[in-house]
Structures are given as structure tokens and as C-alpha cells.
């Protein structure tokens, strides 16, 4: 297997023939989103800079992409270890300020899984992998922010 993958998006705008276009000061931050023989995804930019707050912002989706990979790095290394994993959750918050370079930037992320786990489970373990699932996961590697987790665990 190579070391190098390429992955392909697309991104159109405007989302339709409709949208108010610059130099118009409303115009439309809607975008369509997709990568090939996938769903399209709804875009736009956080509602604070004009954007549309129920379609997904570039800040949301770098968050998903931190915790999905987070997430996909803890399930490979459970699989690794044998460990049963019954359910993962997570509420992952990041923060969008004025960085050390003086430009608006993602200064910080914080995942918060909860992971449930078959009653005398390795609690230990168990949370020791989420520090090598960060280690480990490409998104966190290719960020220049801290990102950090905070695990809760519950035994069923």
C-alpha cells in the first residue's frame, strides 16, 4: 500500500441562480459541498460573518473531521488490542480568536468522548489508547492548534 492518497472535493457557488451575488453587501455565503459518488453537503459561513446557520460552516466541519478521525484511530486501535467497544459519542468544541499571527484563526479544539465499555472493562487502557488515537490521528497530525480530549468512560 503507497504511503501518499489523494482525496478529491468539490465546491460550488452560488448554491443556486437565486442567491444574491457581491457586490450586493447580503450576498449569499451558500455553498454546495461534495466529494465524487457522495451526498452533497450544505455550506456556508457561521452565522456571525452573514452565513446561513443551518447549513454547516468550514469552522463545524473541521471540528466533525477532528472528531471522526479521533474517533476512526480509537476504534482501529481497540480493534488491535480486542477491547469491545459498545458506543462512542462526542461533543467536540473548538475555538475560532485572534491567533499569534494577528489573523482570525482555530486556536483551539477540545474532544469530549464518551465511550461505553462492557462492565470491567480496562479502564486504564481504555484511556490511555485515547492518547495514542490523538498521536496517531492524520487530522490532529495536520493542524496547527492544540487539539485536546477529555474521555468519560461508561461500563454496561
Known amino acids: 500500500m503507497s504511503d ?3 482525496f478529491e472535493a468539490t465546491l460550488r457557488w452560488p448554491a443556486d441562480a437565486s442567491q444574491k451575488l457581491p ?20 455550506g456556508s459561513a457561521p452565522a456571525v460573518f ?6 454547516y460552516n468550514p469552522e463545524e466541519l473541521m471540528l466533525m473531521s477532528l472528531s471522526e478521525c479521533h474517533m476512526l484511530t480509537y476504534l482501529a486501535i481497540a480493534g488491535k488490542k480486542r477491547m469491545g467497544i459498545l458506543g462512542y459519542e462526542d461533543r467536540a468544541s473548538g475555538t475560532l480568536a485572534v491567533g499569534p499571527t494577528g489573523k482570525m484563526q482555530m486556536t483551539a479544539c477540545v474532544l469530549r468522548p464518551v465511550v461505553t465499555l462492557p462492565k470491567g472493562s480496562n479502564l486504564a487502557d481504555a484511556r490511555a489508547m485515547h492518547d495514542k488515537a490523538h498521536a496517531n490521528c492524520f487530522m490532529a497530525n495536520s493542524v496547527n492548534f492544540p487539539v485536546t480530549h477529555e474521555p468519560v468512560f461508561i461500563e454496561v
Open 50 to 55: 452573514s452565513g446561513d446557520a443551518t447549513r
Open 4 to 6: 501518499a492518497h489523494t
Open 23 to 42: 457586490p450586493d453587501p447580503a450576498f449569499s455565503r451558500d455553498n454546495v459541498m461534495a466529494a465524487p459518488g457522495k451526498h452533497e453537503v450544505a
